[in-house]
């Protein structure tokens, strides 16, 4: 089974989708990574999904990636006395420390690390920012605030605070434990939640000891600051939209996006735009166009993927979203604007030798009869190097080792293939004609591009390229022992 796009489709697992028959038949569809939202269900839940996914990679033989999003800490006001209140524009209110149930005129905010970070002039949304408040005085259990905009605050809403750095890690105890469950698991990806600084990653990494690559998911204002700082710790980067679109002006996020778009493909590190891409199919069978156009968007900006939550976790078409998705994608990537637009950005790098030589293979394949790039990669950096040059021709990614193959199906364009061990250049040729071949990439008149590095089964040596024939009695009459 080989897909017929570049760009890469998240699919988030729930209640709609935890049984075999709909799992396997996402992946049908086009789910490339399936998405664990440690935020909802048991481990026991959370490992019966990843069974089931490891057992469609097992009969489909094709690698699956596997994400778990950690939830990050939460910040939530107390509990109220009669229920929900209205608060009014203009109206005082104080959040604090106290646990008395909470009245029309203050309430408990039960984190005193957002008291210690606060000056006056500072926003505090409530709610998904449905509710906002200014911060007229404050102290290390206060703070006074007036209502800038008002609305009916409950129990245990959710609170913002956009303006400052929280003194707050991004993992909770419940994270550290999901983390080591996860890892223990064997999840490929672990997203990490409430990114602030690149020190939350660093922390994130030393608990996963390499069993898993970290994304960090972009969703705070200090977090598209501190950015070029974050994406050099991380292996790869989520923009979730959703949290920016509270913290942030609406109208921001989008050039936000492109922006950390071309900075994850300048950097040859794969990134997912997520949230609200296709909400309204969570209750309707078709998409809305201003969806679809989202969708395009994001993938005529070269994202390595897009990404679905509710839609296919909770909704009532979990499998006609991912084929909205995969229709959309096919469409927008024979649009010959798309070759255009993508071509337009790519950036020159020209730093060591792999860098060089992925360069050439993409020239090489674009101005010669060649069918497909297949680059030999230990650790993934070789394919992670050939997808940012965003070459027209497919790009098959070989490797022996499972690992680097499932992290591998998060980068645009990537078709993974599993191959044994090599000692020699000549059997890396022979096993990518061969897979090109029997997935449809060429055949025995055509040719490929192979990339590999010398030693083999060492992470960075890539080092030869070779135009090589498919027709494996060519190989053998034209390559020595």
Known sequence: MRRHRKVKIVATLGPSSSDFATIRSLFEAGADVFRLNMSHGTHQE????????????????????????LQ??????GTFAEGPHDLQDGQAFRFDLDDAPGTTERVQLPHPEIFAALQPGAELLVNDGKIRLRVESCGPDFADCTVTAGGPISNR???????????LAALS???????????????DWLALSFVQRAEDVIEARKLAKGRAAILSKIEKPAAVRAFPEILKVSDGIMVARGDLGVELPVHSVPPIQKRLVRQCRAAAKPVIVATQMLESMIESPMPTRAEVSDVATAIYEGTDAIMLSAESAAGAY???AVATMDNVARSVETDPTYREIIE???????????????????EIAETTDISAICAYTQSGTTGSLIARERPRVPIIAMSSETGTLRRLCLTWGTHCVLTPSLERFKQAVVNAAKAARDFGFADESQQIVVMAGVPFNQSGTTNILRIAPCDERLIYRTDPE
């Open 46 to 69: 959370q490992k019966a999904r990843y069974d089931i996914i490891r057992r469609v990679e097992s009969e489909s033989g094709r690698p699956i990636a596997i994400l778990a999003d």
């Open 173 to 187: 105890d419940k994270d550290r434990d999901d983390l080591e469950f996860a890892c223990e698991l064997g999840v």
């Open 344 to 362: 337009s950005s790519r950036v020159a790098k020209r730093q060591t030798v792999a860098d060089a030589i992925v360069a050439a293979a993409r």
């Open 318 to 320: 979990p499998i006609e």
């Open 157 to 167: 809403k959710g609170v913002n605070v956009p303006d400052v750095v929280l003194p």
């Open 72 to 77: 990050g800490p939460k910040l939530r006001v």
